[in-house]
């Protein structure tokens, strides 16, 4: 097995983050310093990161509906409540796939997969990842019609979005619109709907993929099973041919 992908399965991070790891003299197999990205691991070889050892373990996947308040990490430097500290019954190396922000709720997966991870984050599979947002403004087809063809942020331009208005209040000045996107730059939606006069005021990730929040209250969390699993896999799959 290659290195990079050694260390994916053995939950430390996503394959691409463990090319990083690796390049940046961070690995050691055999207490030698490995940099290339073509080394592989033979059964009895021990790979260590930053000196601590690593190991395969049984790949686990979690659904959790995470609160306002709680950073998508596995730790944090200020001492904030992090997706990690809703799970301390989990023993395997989890992290988050993909990031919610501090002040948006929602559906967020935990694994140790690193494949799995890329697999869920990366555009090109066209996972729908639905947003439900408060905003402030009244919003119309005319001024949401820019998200579908796409709108510049950061210097890059998204990928065409579809939305659904469910609310529009006139008296508050504000609505609520469904968003749904297969991309996951920082601060996306939030940017997204600030391009077209739309102010987030409140927002929460209702759905990815197959999988929703049924059954969750925020903060709580639930083992996904081989089904809900497959399916997600087969979704990027699909997309990818």
């Not at 050892?53 to 686990?60: D, Q």
């Not at 950073?71 to 992090?82: F, H, M, N, P």
């Not at 579908?148 to 208005?165: E, Q």
Request: aromatic residues 4%; positive net charge.
């Amino acid at each position: 097995m290659r290195i990079n992908k050694y260390i994916a399965h053995a939950g430390i991070a996503s394959r691409r983050k463990a090319e990083e790891l690796i390049t940046s003299e961070q690995v050691t197999v055999n207490g030698k310093v490995v940099t290339n990205l073509a080394t592989t691991i033979k059964v009895h070889d021990q790979v260590e990161i930053n000196g601590s050892p690593i190991y395969n373990e049984e790949k686990v996947y979690y659904l959790l509906n995470k609160p306002r308040g709680v950073i998508s990490s596995v730790s944090d430097d200020k001492g904030r409540k992090t997706v990690l500290d809703l799970l301390p019954e989990v023993k395997e190396r989890i992290y988050p796939v993909g990031r919610l922000d501090w002040d948006t709720t929602g559906l967020i997966i935990l694994t140790n997969d690193g494949d799995f991870t890329d697999k869920m984050i990366h555009p090109r599979n066209e996972i729908d990842k639905v947003y439900v947002a408060r905003v402030k403004g009244l919003a119309n087809k005319e001024n949401l019609r820019p998200l579908t063809r796409g709108v510049v942020i950061d210097g890059k331009k998204t990928k065409p979005a579809r939305y659904n208005i469910i609310k529009v209040d006139r008296d508050k000045n504000r609505s609520v619109v469904e968003l749904v996107i297969h991309e996951g730059r920082h601060h996306q939606v939030k940017k997204m709907f600030e391009s077209v006069g739309l102010p987030v005021d409140k927002l929460s990730r209702t759905r990815f993929g197959t999988l929703d929040l049924t059954g969750l209250r925020p903060g709580e969390s639930r083992r996904l099973n081989k089904k809900e699993i497959s399916q997600l896999h087969n979704a990027a799959v699909n997309h990818i041919k």
